[in-house]
């Protein structure tokens, strides 16, 4: 069960995230589970999918804070071994950049 003909995208819809995959042989697949971090490092299950034979999938995240959100799809074969897709980064909303000004000072430094 190689992931290796599994494509995927995650894209951001306002406050949402839609992410979506096709997998061209499902034969010995039983679960495709959807995982997602804040930091690219610790991710949780947010929802799973049984295969159904369909081939094409998608999952809304929805009501997101503003920021950096990782996503990659777990895939469990009948036996329940998993393999997992790489990761995808997608910014939800404004991300703002401190804007620190004068940048050389002496006196007063005004952070907006």
Known sequence: MPIDD??????????????GW???QEENVATYRIEHSMDGRRFETI????ASGKRQY???????????HYYRIAVENREGKIERTGIKMVTVGKVTTPI?????????????
């Open 47 to 50: 929802g799973s999918l049984m």
């Open 100 to 112: 620190i000004w004068p940048t050389l000072t002496q006196g007063t430094v005004w952070v907006k």
């Open 22 to 24: 096709e997998k061209q």
């Open 58 to 68: 998608d999952y809304l995240h929805k009501n997101l804070q503003d920021g950096k």
């Open 6 to 19: 599994l494509t995927w995208r995650a894209q951001a819809q306002e406050q949402d995230v839609r992410i």
